[in-house]
């Protein structure tokens, strides 16, 4: 088991990697630590060993008293390599750092943070020089002339009169192959310069320059950070915008002014959806010392940005969660764009969130964190609040251009009017307004918590759990579940409060909505953003371009339309479903409501044109949709604030989430039901009075026939929580009744299961 800071200097060995490629990673080795070493040595730090008959050197991954070997077969650390590779070491320091604090194993956090080293060819760029005196060659092109070797007079003739060329030029228009250019090079005829080339995921892009100039409140927020900066505070704040404040504009700014003192700056954007228009703001100003990181890049592409990074050839590197591991080796900035997000959070071991890992990263490298959102996360705010994070405020859009008008439309209304459709009346008439008028609208359903919460479509009435103040989830045995304590009931034939037949899980796709558009405005051109149509490598971009260049008057998508783009024409915004988020089997679902209605309400009347927005909701008077169309964070905070604290939710409290997996549902029970018992039975649980809820099944209790139950433990100080995460890794590491159960631990889950 890893030692914790206050233990380390008590650890008798180490374990080792000699090699960080991640075929190599799985591999350690142990060595016992000397004595005068104890006291110094860290996680992360390159040292000197004995490696068969050779000294070699390696990074230490882990402290502990537990040896592996035979003690007196165990070598011993010659010392700390003085010139260790300190963005190595400080990327495995975190890896420990995310181990601990999110669980799993090292293995784990390792291959998160460290880039992938496949073994992929190397990009070379060849060029091809003449290497005999011009007269030598013009002898060598009559002998080839009189032996008929076409290719090579050709070649040598081309060489004569450029002096060097492009090897791809030369096989590709003067028709000469590869191995007549290496015959040539053996007979010393010509010489081949080989350069190593990168990939590039950004040279395709136009760097059309930057003008734009910061108002007041755009300098003023630039002023003090700067000002920390420069006066050696390096602090977490948190940017709190209104949608259209120019936002990324404070940014740039901010990043220019690090750059300018040599060191570099990471952007992490929520979406792959995002990249093109973010990137092209960045490249327009800083040209090619920008580059990008995400999902679609092949291993190649993403081996190559770390190493342009780690050799100093771009400053910037903007993506998702992943490019926080960006290997800079003078990291001033990070930078964390609608950091409301929970895709921020890792849904995979281990389960780090992005925020907390970023501050993590600042702190080990000098730099600061800039945490931006029109609706910052109730954690954050609140840790702002506190004092733990410095809130600053954009309150005015860029050029004083007012919010746009919001109406909100109660589908219960239009269901006692005879109106069926998945648009309201109100919705319809401005969609048809603006394709009179040549302007453009988005249409946003939002399919979060698509698991099937019960409402009715009648009196808006939902049903939730009794205990936990969420929604009951329904599933397909006719059943509504609790996916916190378990509590289940049946599903009801009607309302039980006003008794309607109108009772229902409400399920409707962009596929549905876009048959419903065209079939009302068959004029209208019409562009559906999806998970279906984002599918190839540039499907994002190319229908984002496609919109802004208008050619299209309706886009409908879901949560990625939404999300920071800019299109001066959009005057209209439709939210179908506000609901849907709403009641969620998940406490997060008021704050993920406020958030989206808030953000798609942003994307119109961002030009010169008012903008409008038309929410379609059953619940019109719940506080988080009333808070969205006045666009009003603070009301909304200060009521869910107080939901958070009465039910001991994050970020008032912490919440730990361990899941266990397995074939067999009954060892998946019985591991749950053993860790409930082991914490119950925990001292300082006792003395805290903090006790599990569950077992119960997981929101999807079973997938490719794993079955899944979770339990959840509620503790203030975060903490108790890691030590008790210690405590299980240590009991299950050698107990049989965990060989065929995965478990698996998430602190503060954004999802709530």
Known sequence: MQKSKGEENMAEYANIIVDISHEKLDKTFQYRIPERLKP??????????????????????????????????????????????????????LAAWMRKNYGGTMNHALKTVLPVREKKKKLEQKTVRLALHPVEAKNQLAEYERKHSVARARLLEALLAEGELDQNVITQKLNVTSAVIRAMEEAGVVKIIRE???????EHLDQRGYDKILNDEQRQVVSEIIGDYDGGIRTTYLLKGVTGSGKTEVYMELISHVLGQGRQAIVLIPEIALTYQTVMRFYNRFGDRVSIMNSRLSPGERYDQCLRAKNGEIDIMIGPRSALFTPFPDLGLIIIDEEHETSYKSETVPKYHARETAIRRAEMAGASVVLGSATPSVDSYYKAQKGEY?????????????????????LREELRQGNRSIL??????????????????????????LAGFVSCRACGHVIKCPHCDVSLSQHDNGKMICHYCGYEEPSPKACPVCGSKYISGFKAGTQKIEQVVKQRFPQARVLRMDMD???SKEGHEQILS???????????????????HDFPNVTLVGVLAADMSLHVSDFHGPERTFQLLTQAAGRAGRGELPGSVVIQTYTPEHYSILAAKQQDYEKFYEQEIEYR?????????????????????????????LLAAQIEGNEKCEREKILPIGPADAAIAKISDVYKKVLYVKAENYQILVDIKDGLEDFMRDDRRFSNVTVQFDFNPADGF
């Open 533 to 535: 149509t984002t599918r």
């Open 546 to 564: 496609a919109f802004a260049n208008q050619e299209a008057d309706i886009l409908i998508g879901t949560q990625m339309i939404v999300k920071g």
């Open 196 to 202: 190593q080339k990168y990939r590039n995921p950004v």
């Open 40 to 93: 110094v040595l860290e996680v992360g730090m390159l040292v000197l060993i004995p490696f068969g008959k050779r000294n070699m050197q390696g990074y230490v991954i882990e402290l502990t008293d537990r040896p592996e070997y035979e003690v007196d077969k165990i070598k011993e650390i010659t010392g700390i390599a003085e010139k260790g590779v300190a963005i190595e070491s400080q990327m495995i320091a």
């Open 645 to 673: 604290k009465m039910l001991h939710y994050p970020p008032v409290s912490n919440l730990l989430l361990i899941l266990c997996a397995s074939k067999e549902e009954q060892c998946a029970f019985d591991a749950a039901a």
């Open 424 to 449: 309201s009346e109100c919705l319809t008439e401005q969609m048809e307004d603006r394709l009179r008028r040549r302007q453009q609208t988005i249409l946003f359903i939002n399919r979060r918590g």
């Open 390 to 410: 410095r809130l600053l405020e954009l309150k005015h859009r860029v050029q004083e251009k007012p919010l746009p008008a919001c109406e909100v439309i109660d």
